[in-house]
């Protein structure tokens, strides 16, 4: 099993910044790609960021050049930096471990981004 607790998210006004934090724990050993989902009301949940335990990336098109994702391999922790943030960023945002057999899931941080 692996735990992920996230933290960082808030109210925030549009061209803003904020930190989300993943620290992971329990078997990670078993956890390659880490990342972030987001998820807005009415609408599906959607990757953003996604890296890897070598620090290969992947972005949604949506927050490239404004969203940076980050890995301390060491503290077993995985960040996500929001820079520029627009009203329509404002969603939960769940933190994800992809194991050798199943996703594992965040409990979801809100960020809302006022205009």
């Known amino acids: 099993q692996v735990q992920l607790v996230e933290s960082g998210g808030g109210l925030v006004q549009a061209g803003g910044s904020l930190r989300l934090s993943c620290a992971a724990s329990?078997?990670?050993?078993?956890?390659?790609?880490m990342g972030w989902y987001r998820q807005a009301p009415g609408k599906q949940r959607e990757l953003v960021a996604a890296?890897?335990?070598?620090?290969?990336?992947n972005y949604a098109d949506s927050v490239k050049g404004r969203f940076t994702i980050s890995r301390d391999n060491a503290k077993n922790t995985v960040y996500l930096r929001m820079n520029s943030l627009k009203p329509e960023d404002t969603a939960v945002y769940y933190c994800n471990a992809k194991g050798m057999l199943r996703n594992y899931w965040g409990q979801g941080t809100q960020v809302t981004v006022s205009s």
């Open positions: 329990g078997s990670i050993f078993s956890i390659n790609t």
């Open positions: 890296i890897t335990t070598g620090g290969a990336t």
